[in-house]
């Protein structure tokens, strides 16, 4: 299950998050949380769903589906995340994946300024992993990371405060894409080749939800992970031109080939 916004564009958000989970073979469902109005070059406005509407969306699901992974997403303001950590506490689904959405791709804010401190009190505690990108990152501990060294400094703050892991991604430094996954004892770190494209719209949804269905399909953590840092930089490597800015990435790149619709 999706808890995240709507991105009428189809690269991020409950979009991709749905196209990632069909990509891996489990069977993907949505709590919308905002309806974004975006492009691949910029967000025109941003409609919030109600918090009822909220509660409303995730009770429809836990009571007639099992529910074995929950990735959560855009969560717009402090009502947002209240609401959603209430009922994730009520219903203590195993495994749940949180991406903390700030900044849309074109640079628009997806969250409230004052919602930071909630965020910090009510949501990290429920991650079984939380997946923030540098800048994501430096905005929750306060920190300023430009190492490897500063990723681990930051994924040991975060694991302090309250994320039972956390996996810093590093796609902001320059080199290799290089992420750092610390499971409050241990750090270990995934290294791609960073592929040189504008179009990443939608790595960071697409990303958490693929380790959000590989932990679903019985994958350990650092093994979920890797798969999915694989899965995204195929899908990076093979991303459609599509719009006049960043393109999004290629879920179903794979299957298409497999299926013999790619030439």
Do not use: W
């Not at 991709?16 to 891996?24: E, G, R, S, V, Y």
């Not at 990108?133 to 490897?148: D, R």
């Not at 093979?238 to 619709?261: E, S």
């Amino acid at each position: 299950m999706s808890i995240a916004g709507s991105d009428c564009s189809g690269g991020a958000g409950i979009q991709a998050d749905l196209k990632t989970f069909a990509a891996h073979g489990t069977y993907g469902m949505s709590v919308i949380t905002s309806v974004v109005a975006e492009n691949t070059s910029r967000v025109l406005s941003v409609q919030e769903i109600t918090p009822q509407m909220i509660a409303d969306q995730i009770d429809a699901i836990f009571e007639d589906i099992s529910v074995d992974g929950v990735k959560i997403g855009m969560l717009y303001n402090a009502e947002h995340m209240n609401t959603v950590a209430e009922k994730l506490r009520f219903y203590r689904p195993a495994v749940v994946v949180i991406d903390p959405v700030m900044i849309a791709k074109g640079g628009c804010a997806l969250m409230q300024p004052g919602a930071m401190e909630v965020l910090k009190k009510a949501i990290l505690p429920l991650a079984t992993l939380l997946t923030p990108n540098i800048p994501e990152a430096e905005a929750i501990t306060g920190m300023s990371i430009h190492s490897t060294e500063d990723m681990k400094q930051a994924a040991l703050c975060l694991s302090r405060a309250g994320a039972k892991n956390v996996l810093i991604k590093g796609g902001h430094l320059e080199g290799d894409a290089v992420d750092i996954l610390f499971d409050g004892k241990e750090f270990t770190s995934f290294r791609n080749e960073r592929i040189a494209t504008k179009n990443t719209h939608g790595t960071g949804c697409t990303l958490s939800s693929a380790i959000t269905a590989n932990l679903a399909n019985g994958m350990n953590l650092p093994a979920a992970v890797g798969a999915a840092k694989e899965y995204v930089t195929t899908a990076i490597r093979h991303a459609l031109p599509i719009g006049k800015g960043h393109g999004p990435t290629n879920h179903f790149y794979n299957l298409y080939q497999m299926g013999g619709y790619l030439k």
